[in-house]
């Protein structure tokens, strides 16, 4: 595991493990995506192995990307944050932009949830508190992640059994909009992850910290339900269902856990950001009080106090908190056309 979520097309042999970049040694390639690949690398300096991420070239011919590029991975490398992934470096070398950060061994979440399906409840909540820490801490610095999913969560090995998991949140220096500034995105093209993506960032509005909320309301629900909560059978009734279709409650899915949840999320989930808790840390704070409070919510009991410590400057994270903002709902979604129905119904995954 490492700790970008790699980017360039996959079979694209890259030629460079053994190889020099800057002054990093190239030992082996550990991941690929759209718009980069990930190499854990050695810092020739330092002696120290890095996590080394090389974009796309035609990224580096641009020069408003390499502008913004360069500016957001300052902002990236300021944050000094334990869940935050410590960028060391973000430079250009012979027509390659790149970026050390930190390598971190273990696995991401993507990975995990794979493997083992939905979490425990005390194990989803300590990933998402962490996660929720993160990116509030971004937030604190104008910067919006836009694409939080479980690929750029990484759970390393915690440091007691209080503690079990570390979790680091990665990929600040490469975001969505330095590409759609560049023209590397065009009109019906949306350049994340659909499983995740917040109603705003679809249809081209403004997006500030709740739309991370959203997504990261997204990955919570997949870490207890063990899928997303949108599932359709194509990308358009996947983004309309972003739009306009209600979330199934968790408690559908996953029965047995405190009723309390499903308002959590469904709030954290609504369609207008106005509507969503104004912080990550409100949500994920209002969500283990929920967790806690149900009888019989599994693992929701535990770090009851520091839930009330946590997020609490926030009017959600407060006890009694309305569950729905004073301001009116949204106007009825149109009827959804045959393509855009929900499939999947009656085949939903229980744990």
Not at 67 to 89: G, L, Q, T, W
Request: hydrophobic letters at 40%; charged letters at 20%; proline letters at 11%.
């Amino acid at each position: 595991m490492t700790a970008g979520g790699a980017d360039l097309p996959a079979g694209r042999p890259s030629g460079l493990v053994g190889r020099q970049v800057a002054h990093y040694r190239i030992d082996a390639e550990v991941g690929r995506g759209g718009m980069a690949v990930v190499y854990r690398a050695t810092d020739l300096r330092l002696g120290r192995t890095v996590a080394l991420k090389l974009l796309a070239p035609e990224l580096a011919r641009n020069d408003t990307f390499r502008k913004r590029f360069a500016h957001e991975s300052r902002v990236a490398a300021a944050i000094d944050h334990p869940n935050i992934v410590p960028v060391f470096e973000a430079g250009e070398t012979e027509g390659l932009l790149y970026i050390a950060m930190r390598f971190v061994p273990g696995q991401d979440l993507r990975a995990l949830l794979d493997r083992a399906g939905p979490l425990p409840v005390a194990t989803a909540l300590r990933i998402a508190v962490q996660v929720a820490s993160a990116l509030d801490a971004a937030h604190a610095h104008e910067l919006v992640h836009r694409d939080v999913k479980p690929g750029n969560v990484l759970v390393a090995e915690g440091t007691d059994s209080d503690r079990p998991e570390h979790v680091y949140l990665t990929d600040f220096g490469l975001t969505k909009k330095s590409l759609s500034l560049t023209g590397f995105t065009s009109v019906g093209q949306f350049v994340g992850t659909l499983d995740y993506v917040a109603p705003e960032q679809i249809s081209g509005r403004p997006v500030d910290g709740r739309c991370d909320v959203y997504s990261l309301g997204c990955v919570v629900y997949e870490t207890l339900a063990g899928s997303p909560p949108f599932r359709r059978d194509d990308d358009m009734a996947l983004l309309w269902a972003h739009q306009y279709d209600p979330p199934p409650p968790l408690s559908d899915v996953r029965p047995g856990l405190p009723a309390g949840m499903d308002e959590v999320l469904a709030r954290a989930l609504a369609k207008a950001p106005e509507h969503r808790y104004d912080s990550c840390m409100a949500f994920v704070t209002e969500l283990r009080r929920a967790a806690s409070s149900g009888a019989g919510g599994p693992g929701g009991a535990e770090d009851g106090a520091e839930d009330r410590a946590e997020g609490g400057g926030s009017p959600a994270g407060r006890p009694g908190a309305p569950q729905v903002p004073p301001a009116g709902p949204p106007p009825p979604p149109p009827a959804p056309p045959m393509w855009a129905l929900p499939v999947f119904r009656g085949t939903e995954r229980a744990p």
